[in-house]
């Protein structure tokens, strides 16, 4: 296998599709949105092309005792109302700075190839600690986007998040606008110790009002759901935890 393969799964017919990237990062929040996005337009979704590289990691994946070979995937979605979208999902990013920026390279020819006029990268940005209002940060490439992204509601902070923003997202942003393209990156505040599929709702939220689409939430509530009783069970454990460490009277008697 070369460094980097592009597979001609099938063509779909979309009309200046916006590329939408999920690949795994702070809180899975850009996987969960993106996969959500695939699974709940399944009618409406064609997969078009699989990119394998040395890159990712030296493993399969296995399905129903069937493996195939590490890749990201890129789905063609024509959903009855909205805008036309090529979605970005896979289980990996790249091990190496330089797989990073050749792996974006090969994603936005793909944008290229399909006329793809927007470009949002999906990601969390870690509080470091547990929230329930959940506020959505974006950074994009050109200035004129900021203004009506802000007018959806995603916030535009001064120096967050902390550190840039790093792997394809990043790129995404960086190369994609030298390339020519209105490219925003979407980032929703989460724990960043646990999968946050609120963070992921609060994303899709905003892209609903920005594509004009309709996407139903269930399947990705159930999982907020069962995410909170982990969390309950986390907190009742530290507090359980605490409560052996404090001193009693006895333990605190002056002996002398």
Known sequence: MDDLEIDAVAEADVEEPVLIEGLPGVGHVGTLAAEHLVEELDAETTLVRRLYSREFPPQVSVEEGVAELTCAKLHAISPEAGRDMLVLTGDHQAQSNAGHYALTEAFLD????????????????????????????????????????????????????????????????????????????????TSGYLVDPKSARAILELLEDRLDLEVGYDSLDERAEEMEEVIGKIQEMEQQQQSMELPSDDDLRYIG
């Open 110 to 189: 793909v944008a290229e190839e399909f006329d793809v006029s927007e470009i949002y990268a999906l990601g969390g940005v870690p509080t470091g600690e547990l929230i329930e209002e959940y506020d959505v940060i974006g950074a994009v490439s050109d200035a004129d986007l900021r203004e009506e992204l802000e007018e959806l509601g995603v916030e535009f902070r001064e120096d967050e998040p902390a550190g840039g923003i790093v792997g394809v997202s990043g790129l995404l942003l960086g190369l994609g606008g030298r390339r020519g393209f209105d490219a925003a990156c979407l980032m929703g505040e």
